[in-house]
């Protein structure tokens, strides 16, 4: 009996303490997309440095904010955290894009006019 109580007391401390978890990770996510939406952000983060800042012109200020999910460091130092899902999801999907496209065949690949220019002189080497 005292070990069943023993028992259920930790697994109930686990349970706190992935809840505990998964809020501050959702706390660094919101945190994160804050910092790369904020004005600041696009004349440089501390992850791709502040260039921009020297180069900045008004046009840069007023484009859309965009990140990509790479960007954010913190949130995917953790397994578990939303990044880390949502990049795990985008990995699927482009599994499954790769895996039904490869079910399809290889499609051929069309030269482009270099690549067509280029071997088309390489086949008259010694003809003349």
Same mark, same amino acid.
């Given at each position: 009996?005292?070990d069943?109580?023993?028992?259920?007391?930790?697994q109930?401390?686990?349970?706190q303490?992935?809840?505990?978890?998964a809020?501050?990770?959702?706390?660094?996510?919101?945190?994160?997309?804050?910092y790369?939406?904020?004005e600041?952000?696009?004349?440089?983060?501390?992850?791709?440095?502040?260039?921009?800042?020297?180069?900045?012109?008004?046009?840069?200020?007023?484009?859309a904010?965009?990140f990509?999910?790479?960007?954010?460091?913190?949130?995917l130092?953790?397994? &578990?955290?939303?990044?880390?899902?949502?990049e795990e999801?985008e990995?699927?999907?482009?599994?499954?894009?790769?895996?039904s496209?490869?079910?399809?065949?290889?499609?051929k690949?069309?030269?482009?006019?270099?690549?067509?220019?280029?071997?088309?002189? &390489?086949?008259?080497?010694?003809?003349?």
């Open positions: 009996m005292k069943s109580m023993a028992d259920e007391y930790l109930s401390r686990i349970q303490a992935k809840q505990e978890i809020k501050i990770e959702k706390r660094v996510y919101d945190a994160e997309t804050e790369f939406s904020c600041s952000s696009q004349m440089g983060t501390v992850l791709k440095g502040y260039e921009g800042f020297l180069s900045s012109k008004d046009n840069m200020r007023k484009r904010r965009t990509k999910i790479e960007d954010r460091l913190f949130s130092s953790s397994r &578990t955290s939303p990044a880390a899902k949502e999801r990995a699927e999907n482009q599994k499954s894009l790769r895996d496209a490869g079910n399809k065949g290889l499609t690949r069309s030269r482009s006019g270099r690549e067509f220019k280029h071997s088309r002189s &390489t086949e008259n080497v010694g003809r003349y």
